[in-house]
């Protein structure tokens, strides 16, 4: 049986809501819950776990949706009646000190003394007039909320710049900044390597990557995916790519992202040009094929613009790049071909991903492999699925895109949703599902290269 409660005008932010549910998933005779606002995309998703009802399908964006499926009545009631308790809890009252809660950013700032950061996360209709306080207080930015608009970013970048501060993101959900990792970035070895990056699990990968061949970061620049879209004009990455420049510990240069706008392309490349330090790219799916200076060297892969970069920061020749991923090759080559062996009949492949990097990463090498692939963040439009909750033919997604996130976590921290779609896919008949999470990575000990 499901029993639905929906709260008019109960806003909770998604980490809170992701709490609750998995709370009240853990009471006995519980089946499965959604704890999520009722946004139209989180309709389709609660659709699709089978939890839909009319009471949800009525209610609005701002309204507060919890549904429950259970064994029996009394489990539903002890169901929602945990999840009301856990929303309506309030947070304990420290005194002072360490504990003490700042009322607001006014108070944070004065707490906190000589703070040059803020990170914020709130939902994307509050993010943008925040972030603009926070500028306005010269405060350097993190923007991790998602589902901001495009004009929002344009004006706070454009203010940023003016002011001297980096403004990273909207949906900038990694960075690395004097050795300290911020939201989902790794403890890495410092180094002499500096990263800017238009894509967060990009940066992941390569940051850990160059640690783990001995090699550090000076600093991991983070700039949301936006960044380098014609609306935005990379302002964050030129800016970016000017610090790391001036930087005395910064020797060697990386930039990820996917394909740049030709126009922003041009301007990124005219900044390569002015730096008189090695720089190495990766654009996938967008490489700069004309020679931009004799210290710049393009990439295909992570893997190889990672290698690149530790190549060039610790002064060996770049066919050492070369060896470390051919052999990587090798070991990946034979498990696939292993895999392939134990079936034979034809089968469709589901990347279910929590990054859209490794999303483009995907369409650039499969298709080769297997045939025609179809994405909801597509490199090619032809190839965008109608719908991503219906997966036709050899499909890959990224499940952090806005339409996943919107009131609910990134699949980083709520891999509920991604963990629904695996066993969906996998239950249908000709289905192979490769499950990847933001990267392998985030335990670099899984890393093929290690094992």
């Not at 304990?92 to 803020?118: F, H, I, Q, T, Y």
């Not at 949906?171 to 300290?180: F, M, R, S």
């Not at 090699?215 to 991991?220: C, M, R, T």
């Not at 060996?316 to 696939?336: H, N, P, Q, S």
């Amino acid at each position: 049986m499901i029993k639905t409660v929906i709260k008019k005008g109960a806003y909770f932010d998604s980490v809170s809501l992701m709490q609750v549910a998995k709370k009240i998933n853990a009471i006995s005779g519980v089946i499965d819950s959604a704890v999520v606002m009722a946004t139209k995309e989180n309709k389709g998703i609660i659709k699709a776990s089978g939890l839909l009802t009319q009471e949800i399908l009525s209610a609005g964006d701002s309204d507060l949706a919890i549904a429950v499926s259970a064994k029996t009545q009394e489990a539903a009631a002890a169901a929602l009646k945990a999840a009301d308790d856990l929303l309506n809890k309030k947070p304990s009252e420290a005194a002072s000190g360490a504990d003490r809660k700042a009322a607001g950013l006014d108070d944070a700032v004065k707490m906190l003394g000589g703070a040059n950061l803020a990170v914020i996360s709130v939902a994307g209709r509050f993010a943008g007039a925040l972030a603009a306080d926070c500028l306005d207080k010269n405060l350097n930015v993190m923007l991790f909320s998602d589902n901001v608009p495009v004009e929002t970013e344009l004006a706070l970048k454009t203010a940023a710049v003016k002011k001297g501060l980096l403004l990273m993101g909207p949906d900038c959900g990694t960075a690395i900044i004097n050795g300290a990792p911020i939201a989902f970035a790794n403890s890495v070895r410092r180094g002499n390597i500096g990263v800017v990056a238009a894509s967060g699990t990009g940066l992941q990968e390569v940051t850990v990557l160059i640690s783990n061949e001995g090699a550090g970061i000076s600093q991991a620049i983070g700039t949301g995916s936006r960044d380098v879209k014609i609306e935005i004009g990379a302002l964050t990455l030129l800016q970016a790519l000017k610090m790391l420049a001036a930087d005395p510990a910064t020797e060697v240069l990386l930039i990820v992202s996917k394909p740049p706008h030709l126009q922003v392309l041009k301007k990124i490349t005219a900044e390569i040009k002015k730096i008189r330090k090695p720089v190495v790219a990766v654009f996938l799916g967008g490489e700069i094929k004309e020679k931009i200076k004799d210290d710049f060297y393009p990439a295909k892969t992570l893997e190889e613009a990672a290698y690149k970069a530790v190549c060039l920061g610790k002064g060996w020749k770049l066919g050492r790049a070369r060896e470390i991923i051919y052999d990587m090759t090798l070991k990946v080559g034979e498990l696939a071909k292993k895999e392939a062996a134990k079936k034979k009949k034809a089968s469709r492949l589901r990347g279910l991903f929590s990054g859209g990097t490794f999303v483009s990463e995907a369409q650039l090498i499969l298709p080769e492999l297997i045939g025609d692939t179809w994405s909801n963040a597509p490199l090619d439009k032809k190839w965008k699925l109608k719908d991503s909750l219906k997966l036709s033919g050899n499909a890959v997604i990224d499940m952090g895109e806005d339409e996943f996130t919107v009131g609910r976590p990134h699949p980083m921290i709520d891999f509920s949703l991604r963990n629904k779609m695996i066993v969906s896919e996998a239950r249908k008949p000709k289905s192979r599902c490769c499950c990847l999470t933001s990267c392998w990575a985030t335990d670099p000990t899984l890393s093929p290269w290690k094992t």
